[in-house]
Structure formats: structure tokens, C-alpha cells
């Protein structure tokens, strides 16, 4: 269906490729610019931004996998409180806190729908929130108490959950009739890279919080996504 009148496709692109993104925003003073497209870019080829989206989805998925395998583990043996002693969760206040958490992923993909349809479009929901992503991550590698806890998980369960009706979307959106051919071969790589990078993480961050500790268990998925945005 056709955008409202008061909306326009627009491409974001930079030195590494374009990103082309739909619904967002009409702006009559930039939509000539050549940063900004109406179509995707008219090639055979794999469009220049896939990769990146990619490898993006792949991290992460890292992070969040990784973070859910260690979720209930750190909460029962590694919490402290204020004064850094121990406030270990039992087994019942963990699994509440993690079903939560796991509720609120699936909730908040009706605010990323929200805002990419009406407000930002998708490549701007995606960027944003997933700096929220990468936020709860560090909320969750620096603070081991129960605020670190609150925050760093709010925190993810709304960067996740607000990129999650955004990404495969925005795959499809940077091909036009001249490649479309190649969707299938795209969209076998990137639901590879969402596996691949749900496996390694369940493998490495257990290894992670056992021998280095929450910081660093916590703190890698972190800083994978936010290399996933570069």
C-alpha cells in the first residue's frame, strides 16, 4: 500500500552504502538531496547495505541469547546489593524476574511497529534503539545489584523488542525488481547469521561469567552490538 500523503521513502546513506528506508517523515527542504532516495537503488547486484544489516542482526542476537543463558545464573550466584555484599536471588524471585523480562520483549515490539510506521521510519527505530540495546548492556555489566538488574533489563527488552518488527523488514526494503532475484539467497544468509549467532553466544557467555564474571559476560554481547552498528 502507498505511504499517507504527508509521508515519503527515504534512503539513508553514507560512504559505506545506502540504507533505504520507508515511511518515514516527508521533509520538502532535503527529500532532493542525493542522500535521500524514493526507490531502492536500481542494480543487479547485492544492494550495498545488506551486509551491514546483517552482521548487525547476527550481533545482535549474540547479545541477547548470550545474556538470556546467563540471566537466571547471575541473578542466583553473582547479585550483590549497595554495600557489595551478596544478594543472590532464589530460585522463584529468579524466574520471575526472567518470565518478566521475556513478556516485555514480546510487548514492546507494538512500540517499534509504532514509531517506525508513523514517526521515524525503519532505519532510525533500528539505530536508536538499539543504542537503548547497547545501554542495557552496560547497565548490566557495571551495576550487579538489583538496579543495574531493573535498568539494564528494561533497557533490553526495549532496544530488542523495538528493533524486532524492523529488521527483516528493512532487508527486503533495499531490493528493487532488478535483484530481486537474490532475496532468497539474502535471506537464507541472514536468518544464518541470527542461528550462528544465537549458538556461539549460549556457548561463550556461560564460559565468560564462570571464568571472568558478570563484567565481562555482560559487557562482550555490549560491545559486539555496538560494533554491529558501525
Known sequence: ??????????????????????????????????????TP???????????????????????????????IVFMQKYMRDAAGKPDHLDDEEARSWYHVFSMAVYVTPLLGAFLSDVVLGKYRT????????????????????????????????????????????????????????LLTKVFGAFYFAINLGAFASSLITPVLLEQYGPHAAFGLPGVLMGLGLG
Open 1 to 38: 500500500p502507498s505511504p499517507p500523503p504527508s509521508m515519503s521513502r527515504r534512503t539513508l546513506s553514507s560512504g559505506r552504502g545506502c540504507l533505504y528506508n520507508t515511511f518515514t517523515q516527508f521533509d520538502p527542504e532535503r527529500s532532493g538531496s542525493p542522500r535521500h532516495r524514493t
Open 41 to 71: 537503488e536500481e542494480t543487479t547486484e547485492m544492494p550495498p547495505g545488506v551486509p551491514y544489516i546483517v552482521c548487525n542482526e547476527a550481533a545482535e542476537r549474540f547479545s541477547f541469547y548470550g545474556m538470556k543463558t546467563i540471566l
Open 126 to 181: 533500528i539505530l536508536y534503539f538499539s543504542l537503548v540495546y547497547c545501554g542495557g548492556h552496560l547497565a548490566l555489566g557495571l551495576n550487579d545489584t538489583r538496579a543495574g538488574l531493573a535498568t539494564g533489563l528494561a533497557l533490553i527488552a526495549l532496544g530488542a523488542g523495538g528493533i524486532k518488527p524492523c529488521v527483516s523488514a528493512n532487508v527486503g526494503d533495499q531490493f528493487g525488481v532488478a535483484n530481486q532475484h
